[in-house]
């Protein structure tokens, strides 16, 4: 089947505006992780979510991070008043919890903040 | 809390010659461990991981790992190095707690030289 989609691939933005950016988990999976990758670093973990239960936001940088999932589908990172340090690659994985507990990672999203 | 540290951001070997990355963890339970692969524009794919079965573990492309309880360490290695393997290779441990959340380390380059 379609593995993780996200969408833009790339997107460049003016310092101070706002970034949503968009991920389609595999059908099925439950649970949904967003990282962020920095330039020459490894993954970051941002935020969890798991069904119904209540996020873990406890990767989140600032309050201008946020992220919502509607059920166990689509989920969307939003950026406010974006700044240069928040240019990277933002990664979305999901996983199904059960039998081998594999993440599976989408193409991630370049985002350039200028 | 579980951390990773990759030695060598930059490693460059001969097509044929071994192929060695090293990746030593810190965990506070019995971990699960994990190596993923990234090509230029790509997202991760997993290339094996450690689920405390077997302590070599092989994986897909010819790559096998060895888990090291007592030197806390978990090398990626290949006999032979082919151009197709030019990559950037992260090792993660996997959180403690229930959200199966990723802890990576900072990645090592590959290059291969003809």
């Known amino acids: 089947g379609a593995g993780v989609s996200q969408s833009p691939s790339n997107k460049v933005t003016e310092k101070g505006k706002d970034v949503e950016l968009r991920c389609d988990p595999i059908?099925?999976?439950?649970?949904l992780y967003w990282y962020r990758q920095r330039l020459g670093q490894g993954l970051e973990f941002l935020i969890y979510?798991?069904?119904?239960?209540?996020?873990?936001k406890s990767g989140l940088p600032s309050d201008r991070f946020s992220a919502e999932r509607t059920g166990e589908s689509v989920s969307t990172l939003t950026i406010q008043r974006t700044q240069q340090e928040d240019s990277a690659v933002y990664l979305c994985?999901?996983?199904?919890?059960?039998?081998?507990?594999?993440?599976?990672f989408g193409p991630g999203t370049r985002l350039t903040v200028t | 809390a579980q951390s990773v540290t990759q030695l060598g951001s930059h490693v460059s070997v001969s097509e044929g010659a071994l192929v060695l990355l090293r990746c030593n963890y810190s965990?506070?339970?019995?971990?699960?461990l994990f190596w993923y692969v990234q090509y230029p524009n790509q997202g991760l794919q997993l290339l094996l991981k450690y689920t405390s079965a077997a302590t070599l573990v092989k994986g897909i492309n010819g790559f096998e790992a060895e888990f090291k309880k007592s030197e806390t360490s978990f090398h990626l290695t290949k006999p032979s190095a082919h151009m197709s393997d030019a990559a950037e290779y992260f090792c993660?441990?996997?959180?403690?707690?229930?959200?199966?959340?990723?802890?990576f380390g900072s990645g090592t380059r590959l290059l291969v030289r003809p």
């Open positions: 993660a441990v996997r959180e403690g707690d229930s959200s199966y959340k990723l802890i």
């Open positions: 979510f798991q069904g119904n239960s209540a996020p873990d």
């Open positions: 059908s099925g999976h439950t649970a």
């Open positions: 965990s506070s339970v019995p971990p699960y």
């Open positions: 994985a999901s996983m199904r919890l059960a039998g081998s507990y594999e993440q599976y």
